[in-house]
């Protein structure tokens, strides 16, 4: 469906770039607890594999911003 004209380009760039950087932000976190040995250690397993499935779950998303930017042209 084509959006020319309906959607403004500029705009729509920006926001995806905010949001991107925002869900950088919240991955590199999540990675830093799972790189912390005390935090795996000390957790309980389902704490543990509640926050990989979020990592995950980022960076799936994170991937599908990346290439709707990149489609934007930014």
């Known amino acids: ?3 020319a004209g ?4 500029d705009q729509e760039t920006e926001r995806v ?9 919240q991955r590199d976190a ?3 607890k799972l790189a912390n040995a005390k935090f795996v250690e000390r957790a309980a397993p389902t704490v ?8 995950q779950a980022v960076g ?3 991937e ?7 489609e934007l042209g930014g």
Request: cysteine-free.
């Open 17 to 25: 770039r905010h949001k991107l950087a925002k869900l950088v932000k």
């Open 6 to 9: 309906i959607v403004d380009r």
């Open 30 to 32: 999540l990675k830093s």
């Open 48 to 55: 543990v594999e509640e926050v990989r499935s979020q990592e």
């Open 64 to 70: 599908k911003l990346e290439q709707i930017l990149q």
């Open 60 to 62: 799936e998303h994170q």
């Open 1 to 3: 469906v084509p959006l």
